[in-house]
Nanobody, 119 residues
Framework: QVQLVESGGGSVQAGGSLRLSCAAS????????MGWYRQAPGNQRELVAS???????NYADSVKGRFTISRDNAKNTVYLEMNSLKPEDTAVYYC?????????????WGQGTQVTVSS
């Protein structure tokens, strides 16, 4: 079992910045990857950014050049630095961890944190 606790959401004007944090209750050593997803009202949950255990990153086209995912292995924490925010970035952001246990891959989710960008 893994608990993921997000923080850092809030309200900001367009062009502003926010940094989201996700603290895991266990070491990253068993994690395949960690990532951030978001879900706006009426929309499906979508991948925003992810980082593998090897440090490879992946971003949605809509956030490339504006968002940066990083991690601190010593703190078991992954971050999402969001710059040049747009109103369309408004959503609930969820932290995700993919963990391999006994040959199977499991998804764990945080509780979500609201990000609101006003124009």
């Amino acid at each position: 079992q893994v608990q993921l606790v997000e923080s850092g959401g809030g309200s900001v004007q367009a062009g502003g910045s926010l940094r989201l944090s996700c603290a895991a209750s266990r070491s990253f050593s068993s994690f395949i990857s960690m990532g951030w997803y978001r879900q706006a009202p009426g929309n499906q949950r979508e991948l925003v950014a992810s980082i593998t255990s090897g440090g490879n990153t992946n971003y949605a086209d809509s956030v490339k050049g504006r968002f940066t995912i990083s991690r601190d292995n010593a703190k078991n924490t992954v971050y999402l630095e969001m710059n040049s925010l747009k109103p369309e970035d408004t959503a609930v952001y969820y932290c995700n961890a993919k963990i391999r246990l006994l040959g199977s891959v499991y998804d764990y989710w945080g509780q979500g944190t609201q990000v609101t960008v006003s124009s």
